[in-house]
T-cell receptor
């Protein structure tokens, strides 16, 4: 079935770049998302990319998609303490209503 | 419109009791979704409405769960005879057609 996998933890120094990686199994996934969840809060859509794109940049965020390897990454430049959160990778097929989420990567920032 | 709202934000109930949650989507979003998120996991899809029609239900949605969207606006999710395994965050999302899903803050359910 459809599955989205990501590493559980990432620790980076403040000011460095963070790179969160994700793999998905369903090659027919059309929309690939990154959501951010802060403690006790709902999910905030950070960015998304269509499967026919390789890269999308939005201010400090860069998404890279390797469709052949079904690999997605999120790079956060100049990581700040406010970036501490859980980041979810997610995928959706064109014809589907539901989004399939990974288990989330907890990003912690070292001073 | 400030976004998707959910009520209550927290609910503590005893095992065997019934609970009902409400979701108010973003105005004019015709699609509404319910997800469940347990500790340390990503959200899992429960059900989806287009206007008032419930078009898809996950096998996670047992007979004790029922969702409605009677007028195509707000939605309710009811859990009957709650069990400890129902303890989770229940998330609602809404979207216009063929667009991103916007999530509410969630209702955290604790079954004691």
């Amino acid at each position: 079935g459809e599955d989205v996998e990501q590493s559980l933890f990432l620790s980076v120094r403040e000011g460095d770049s963070s790179v969160i990686n994700c793999t998905y199994t369903d090659s027919s996934s059309t929309y690939l998302y990154w959501y951010k969840q802060e403690p006790g809060a709902g999910l905030q859509l950070l960015t998304y990319i269509f499967s026919n794109m390789d890269m999308k940049q939005d201010q400090r965020l860069t998404v890279l998609l390797n469709k052949k390897d079904k690999h997605l990454s999120l790079r956060i430049a100049d990581t700040q303490t406010g970036d501490s959160a859980i980041y979810f990778c997610a995928a959706r097929k064109e014809s589907a209503s539901k989004i399939i989420f990974g288990s989330g990567t907890r990003l912690s920032i070292r001073p | 419109d400030t976004g998707v709202s959910q009520d209550p934000r927290h609910k503590i109930t005893k095992r065997g009791q019934n609970v009902t949650f409400r979701c108010d989507p973003i105005s004019e979003h015709n699609r509404l979704y319910w997800y469940r998120q347990t500790l340390g996991q990503g959200p899992e899809f429960l059900t989806y409405f287009q206007n008032e029609a419930q078009l898809e239900k996950s096998r996670l949605l047992s007979d004790r769960f029922s969702a409605e969207r009677p007028k195509g606006s707000f939605s309710t999710l009811e859990i009957q005879r709650t069990e400890q395994g129902d303890s989770a965050m229940y998330l609602c999302a809404s979207s216009p057609p063929s667009d991103e899903q916007y999530f509410g803050p969630g209702t955290r359910l604790t079954v004691t």
